[in-house]
C-alpha cells in the first residue's frame, strides 16, 4: 500500500493592544504603550509512505513527512513617558519588522505485530526529525518631544537574525496481551532524545561610521538538551457493569542548558512516577458514568530556559531561567455519558492542580 498527503494553511490577521504602567519608585510615573500589528503565515505539509505486509501478522511501514512554513509581521509601538501628574515627558515611536523561515523533515518507521489471539498487539516505532529555522527582526525607533514633534535626535536602528537547528529522534514499543475474556495487561517503554540550537546576533547601526555593528554583549547562543526515559504498565478489567483501569509510568530525564556565549551550563535531571486509574460504571437506558485520576508533566520548552535577554522591547525585557523543572499536573475528574439514536449527551466536571507552575512575572528596575 502507497499513500500520500498534502495539505496547506493561509493566516492573515491584524490586532491592537496597549499597556499601562505605573512605576513606584522615588517619584510616581507612568509608561503608556500602544501597538498595532499585522501576521501573516503560510504552510505546507507533504507526507508520502509505504506499508508492507509479508504475512497476515506482520505490517512495516515507512513515511517521511516535510513541513514548510513561513511567518512575516508588523508591528507599530507608540511609548509616552508621564510624569506624577500625567504630563508627557517623553515620546516615540518603535516599528518593527519580523521575517521568519522553517523547515522540518520526518522520518518515521512503525512495525506490527498481530497474533491469532484476538487483541494481542506488538508495535514498535521509531522516529527521527530534523528542523531548520531563519528569523530577522528589523527595528526602527525614532524619538520625538513630548508635543511629538520631531527631534534632533537621530533614529535608532536595530536588527537582529537567528539561526535554529534543532533533531529528535525517539524510540517506542507497546506490548497488549489479553488475559482471558475480560481482562488485558498493556506495557511498553520509550526513549526520546532532542537538541535545539539557537545562535542570536543583535546588530545596531552606527550613524557616524555608516554601517552595522555587532553588538557581543547583546548576541548570545544556546543550545538546550534533553533526554526522557520511560517505562509503563496497565492493567485493565471488566466486571458486570463495571470496567476498572489502572497503570503506572516512571520516567527518568535528563537536561543540560548552555548558554554557549556566557560559558554557563546548567544540568537538572528528575525521576517521577506518573499513576492513572480510571473506573467506568454502565447502566440501563446506554447511560454511564466514570470517575478517573491521572497524574502527567508539562515540561519548560527551550523559549523559557534561555537566560538570555531579549531587547526587542527596551521597555519590556524578557529572559528565561534554565534551572525551570517540570509542571506536575494533578488531575480528578467525573463525567456522565447518555446515548440516544442520533444524540450523544457528556458532561464532566474535573479538579486539577498543578504543582510547581511555571509562569511569568515581572520586575521593575
Same mark, same amino acid.
Given at each position: ?11 492573515? $490577521? ?85 521575517? $521568519? ?66 533533531? $529528535? ?187 510547581? $507552575? ?8
Amino acid at each position: 500500500n502507497i499513500f500520500a498527503n498534502y495539505s496547506g494553511r493561509l493566516s492573515d $490577521m491584524d490586532g491592537y493592544g496597549n499597556s499601562f504602567r505605573t512605576s513606584f519608585l522615588s517619584e510616581t510615573s507612568y509608561l503608556d504603550q500602544q501597538i498595532d500589528f499585522t501576521n501573516k503565515m503560510n504552510s505546507q505539509n507533504f507526507t508520502i509512505g509505504a506499508d508492507f505486509q509479508p504475512n497476515k501478522f506482520n505490517t512495516f511501514t515507512l513515511s517521511v513527512i516535510y513541513n514548510s512554513w513561513e511567518r512575516s509581521g508588523e508591528n507599530d509601538m507608540e511609548y509616552a513617558s508621564l510624569n506624577s501628574a500625567m504630563l508627557p515627558t517623553g515620546f516615540f515611536l518603535r516599528e518593527s519588522n519580523d521575517r $521568519m523561515n522553517n523547515n522540518g523533515l520526518n522520518y518515521s518507521l512503525n512495525y506490527r505485530r498481530t497474533f491469532d489471539q484476538r487483541n494481542r498487539e506488538l508495535n514498535a516505532d521509531l522516529v527521527f526529525s530534523g528542523r531548520g529555522m531563519s528569523r530577522t527582526e528589523e527595528n526602527l525607533q525614532r524619538f520625538m518631544a513630548a508635543d511629538k514633534s520631531m527631534t534632533d535626535r537621530p533614529d535608532l536602528l536595530e536588527n537582529t537574525l537567528m539561526d535554529g537547528n534543532n533533531w $529528535m529522534v525517539s524510540f517506542q514499543t507497546d506490548y497488549v496481551h489479553p488475559l482471558g475474556k475480560d481482562k488485558k495487561l498493556e506495557f511498553g517503554a520509550r526513549a526520546y532524545i532532542r537538541e535545539m540550537d539557537s545562535d542570536f546576533t543583535f546588530l545596531r547601526y552606527n550613524q557616524g561610521a555608516g554601517s552595522w555593528v555587532n553588538e557581543p554583549g547583546l548576541s548570545n547562543r544556546f543550545v538546550f538538551g534533553e533526554q526522557v526515559y520511560s517505562a509503563y504498565g496497565t492493567f485493565g478489567t471488566t466486571i458486570g457493569a463495571y470496567s476498572f483501569q489502572a497503570g503506572l509510568r516512571a520516567e527518568q530525564s535528563y537536561v543540560e542548558a548552555d548558554q554557549r556565549t556566557t560559558g554557563e551550563v546548567f544540568n537538572n535531571s528528575w525521576f517521577h512516577l506518573f499513576p492513572s486509574a480510571h473506573l467506568r460504571r454502565s447502566f440501563e437506558k446506554n447511560q454511564s458514568a466514570q470517575l478517573s485520576y491521572s497524574r502527567r508533566i508539562n515540561r519548560p520548552n527551550n523559549r523559557v530556559l534561555n537566560p538570555f535577554v531579549s531587547y526587542s522591547d527596551p521597555f519590556d525585557l524578557q529572559f528565561g531561567n534554565p534551572r525551570l523543572a517540570p509542571e506536575l499536573i494533578n488531575s480528578i475528574e467525573l463525567g456522565y455519558t447518555r446515548f440516544w439514536k442520533n444524540t450523544t449527551v457528556n458532561p464532566s466536571l474535573f479538579y486539577r492542580y498543578t504543582d510547581g $507552575m511555571i509562569t511569568r512575572f515581572r520586575t521593575m528596575d
